[in-house]
């Protein structure tokens, strides 16, 4: 019979096997791990269920300079695994930890650039969310008018039919609105979020992720 955590020693043995080599790291004795992409990280998590033992899989970004508002681009890949024995687990989990580890590399291809996580964004303007999130991305990367048209959108949104988080979003982009005659404070402004963020989640400092980063605007 099986120990009562072996299924979570496979997979923190499979996580590791497979993610570690990709610099991700894992957060404490828990089954999630971070990959730092500097002004973004990839959250990655093993997920147990409270019915079986085994794990679901996690994988998404997460973006430091941007406050959650629906429609993220986390997602769960392929189906749970339920583990009955470590000679039916151990091979599953392995396969699995590879999967993820795929989706982080194709998330980082995916995410190179600010200008791509501002297309990726941009393809759905009618989630409010990425309204707000592509106002602030076309910001960073010049587009000043597409920047201004986006936050007035966001300032005539109705918070009684909106929800509760939009007064919070709508002063966040007033704040940014009004800097964006100067590109330098702006960036300042975005730059202070992130930092803020990354303390917050344990990251080390990293004051010039925004300006080591492609910024070129989107022809």
């Not at 570690?20 to 959250?43: A, H, M, N, T, V």
């Not at 406050?67 to 993220?72: A, D, F, L, R, V």
């Not at 291809?109 to 200008?115: C, E, G, M, N, S």
């Not at 989640?201 to 300006?211: A, G, N, V, Y």
Request: include cysteine; aromatic fraction near 10%; glycine fraction near 6%.
């Amino acid at each position: 019979m099986a120990k009562q955590n072996e299924h979570g020693k496979l997979i923190a043995a499979a996580a590791k096997a497979a993610l570690l080599p990709l610099g991700c790291r894992r957060k404490g004795q828990s089954r999630c791990r971070f990959s730092d992409e500097r002004f973004w990280y990839i959250f990655i998590e093993f997920q147990p269920s409270a019915w079986s033992r085994g794990t679901y899989l996690n994988v998404g970004p997460i973006w430091f300079f941007l406050e959650p508002w629906g429609g993220e681009a986390t997602h769960r890949l392929d189906n749970y695994i339920e583990f009955e024995s470590v000679e039916q687990f151990a091979p599953l989990i392995e396969k699995a930890a590879q999967l993820v580890a795929a989706e982080v590399v194709a998330l980082r291809a995916k995410f190179r650039t600010l200008a791509d996580i501002h297309r990726f964004f941009a393809g759905n303007l009618l989630w409010n969310g990425n309204v707000y999130r592509v106002a602030i991305t076309a910001g960073l990367i010049g587009d000043f008018a597409l920047a201004r048209q986006l936050f007035a959108r966001i300032k005539g949104l109705d918070p009684n039919t909106h929800g509760i988080l939009l007064k919070d979003r709508q002063a966040e982009c007033a704040a940014l609105a009004a800097l964006l005659d100067d590109p330098q404070a702006y960036r300042s402004a975005i730059r202070e979020k992130i930092d803020i963020r990354r303390q917050a989640r344990s990251f080390p400092p990293d004051p010039q992720c925004l300006e080591a980063m492609q910024l070129d605007r989107i022809e």
